[in-house]
Structure formats: C-alpha cells, structure tokens
C-alpha cells in the first residue's frame, strides 16, 4: 500500500524558511515522479514543484522559481521541498503526490495513477 507521510509545515514570517518533507512507503521510490502540489483558501490546487523517475525533468511554478528547491534522499524514501524567502501568498496545504504528470511546463494530476499524502499546513505572515 502506497502511503505518503508529509510534515514541516507551520507558521513563518515572511522571508523565513521552512523544509517540508514527505516519507513514502509502499513502493519503490527512486523510480517514481514525484510532485508538491499546494492549494490556498478558496483557490484551485496548483502543482508546485515536481521531477520524473530518473529526476530529468524538474519543473517549478513560475511564482517559486529561486526561492524553493525539490530534492529526494532515495536511501530515507522521502522527498523534500526547500522554501527560502516565503511570501505570504505561499500560505496553503502542501500536498507530496506520487506519479503525476511531468511536463518541462508543469505538473498535473495523475488520475488514478497518483496517490495523495495528507497534506501539511504553512502559513506565512505578513
């Protein structure tokens, strides 16, 4: 069974720092795209950040470029989300997603296909 366990979440200032991180079980982790989806109040979800099996592509959301980094530790099964100079407009769920689709243009949804961890909280204070 597929299960993604992400935490680090919490409350920053704005233009502080804060490491997520998503420990996945259930399956062979190196092989698989891996993506950090986020969704704010009252907005639609939005991929984030994410790479394919192999990490050959990697793909940031426009509004993150510089000041957040995807990165994973094959050894631990955990995947990570660096973000540095966080704004207030970054506050929302951050979700780690297995299997999505990795464009060189963003990240989607897999379907059926992905698996959806629960979800950790930032909010970013003004």
């Known amino acids: 069974e597929v299960q993604l366990q992400a935490s680090g979440g919490g409350l920053v200032q704005a233009g502080g720092s804060l490491r997520l991180s998503c420990a996945a079980s259930?399956?062979?982790?190196?092989?698989?795209?891996i993506a950090w989806f986020r969704q704010a109040p009252g907005k639609e979800r939005e991929g984030v950040s994410c790479?394919?099996?192999?990490?050959?592509?990697?793909y940031y959301e426009d509004s993150v470029k510089g000041r957040f980094f995807i990165s994973r530790d094959n050894a631990k099964n955990t995947v990570y989300l660096h973000m540095y100079d966080l704004k207030p407009e970054d506050t929302a769920v951050y979700f780690c997603?297995?299997?999505?689709?990795?464009?060189?243009?963003?990240?989607?949804?897999?379907?059926?296909?992905?698996?959806w961890g629960q979800g950790t909280l930032v909010t970013v204070s003004s």
């Open positions: 997603v297995t299997d999505p689709v990795v464009r060189g243009y963003g990240c989607y949804d897999g379907g059926e296909d992905s698996h």
């Open positions: 259930g399956f062979t982790f190196d092989d698989y795209a």
């Open positions: 790479f394919n099996g192999g990490d050959v592509i990697t």
